[in-house]
């Protein structure tokens, strides 16, 4: 039994479906430039932890 019904597709075109919706509608999407900025932070962040054998720390000059 599957989870999910239908084949997955890339992120991208779930991305674009999101945005042109909120355009659409007039809504905030769910994944704004601020949500992207503090993922690619975090991924950031683990990159250097993983190669670097040490602990990174979320620091207030990420805040924004």
């Known amino acids: 039994m599957a989870i999910?019904?239908?084949?997955m597709k890339d992120g991208t075109w779930?991305?674009?479906?999101?945005?042109?919706?909120c355009i659409k509608e007039k809504k905030?999407?769910?994944?704004d430039v601020i949500a992207?900025?503090?993922?690619a932070i975090?991924?950031?962040?683990?990159?250097t932890a993983l190669y670097?054998?040490?602990v990174q720390?979320?620091?207030?000059?990420?805040d924004f």
Do not use: M, Q, R
């Not at 779930?14 to 919706?21: I, L, Q």
């Not at 992207?36 to 993922?39: K, Q, T």
């Not at 975090?42 to 990159?47: A, H, I, T």
């Open 28 to 31: 905030h999407p769910v994944s």
């Open 52 to 54: 670097t054998h040490s």
């Open 57 to 62: 720390n979320w620091k207030p000059i990420y």
């Open 14 to 21: 779930y991305a674009f479906e999101d945005f042109y919706k």
């Open 4 to 7: 999910i019904k239908e084949p």
């Open 36 to 39: 992207g900025g503090a993922s």
């Open 42 to 47: 975090c991924v950031g962040l683990c990159n």
